[in-house]
């Protein structure tokens, strides 16, 4: 065997995989962003402005690397959480890629319920 049918072999095998791979991509492009709650709420968020959509998708995958690669604490990601679920509306991913990476940040005292006291009627 020939070192040029090798390689001729090797390409037959290369086209066949790219034309198994094609339309798997394409129809995963045309599916509708409601089977994607991920697409979905950042294109809510951003009001499918598609430059907004981008810096959203790459502060997530931003932030969930850092996530993954540090183990911050819960509370940590708890506290993040709700503080990029507040505010404007387009304060998500990037607010929380934001919050998660901050070193300054302190664990805040857990909230007292103040419990009433029931009077007594005599």
Same mark, same amino acid.
């Given at each position: 065997?020939?070192?040029?049918?090798?390689?001729? %072999?090797?390409?037959?095998?290369?086209? &066949? %995989? &790219?034309?198994?791979l094609?339309?798997? !991509?394409? +129809?995963?492009?045309?599916?509708? $962003?409601i089977?994607?709650?991920?697409?979905? /709420?950042i294109?809510?968020?951003?009001?499918w402005? /598609?430059?907004?959509? +981008?810096?959203?998708? /790459?502060?997530?995958?931003?932030a969930?690397k850092?996530? %993954?690669?540090?183990?911050?604490?819960?509370?940590?990601?708890?506290?993040? /959480?709700? #503080? %990029? !679920?507040?505010?404007g509306?387009?304060?998500?991913? &990037?607010?929380?890629? #934001?919050? &998660?990476? #901050?070193?300054?940040?302190?664990?805040?005292? $857990?909230?007292r319920?103040?419990?009433?006291?029931?009077?007594?009627?005599?």
């Amino acid at each position: 065997m020939t070192p040029l049918s090798v390689s001729r %072999a090797m390409k037959g095998k290369l086209a &066949i %995989a &790219i034309l198994l791979l094609v339309p798997a !991509g394409a +129809e995963a492009r045309t599916r509708p $962003p409601i089977y994607d709650p991920v697409l979905l /709420n950042i294109g809510l968020v951003c009001r499918w402005d /598609n430059r907004c959509m +981008e810096r959203q998708k /790459n502060a997530m995958k931003r932030a969930t690397k850092f996530v %993954a690669k540090y183990r911050p604490p819960l509370w940590r990601v708890q506290q993040c /959480n709700r #503080n %990029a !679920g507040r505010g404007g509306p387009r304060v998500d991913w &990037i607010g929380y890629d #934001n919050c &998660i990476r #901050n070193a300054a940040l302190r664990q805040t005292p $857990p909230r007292r319920v103040q419990r009433r006291r029931l009077r007594q009627i005599t």
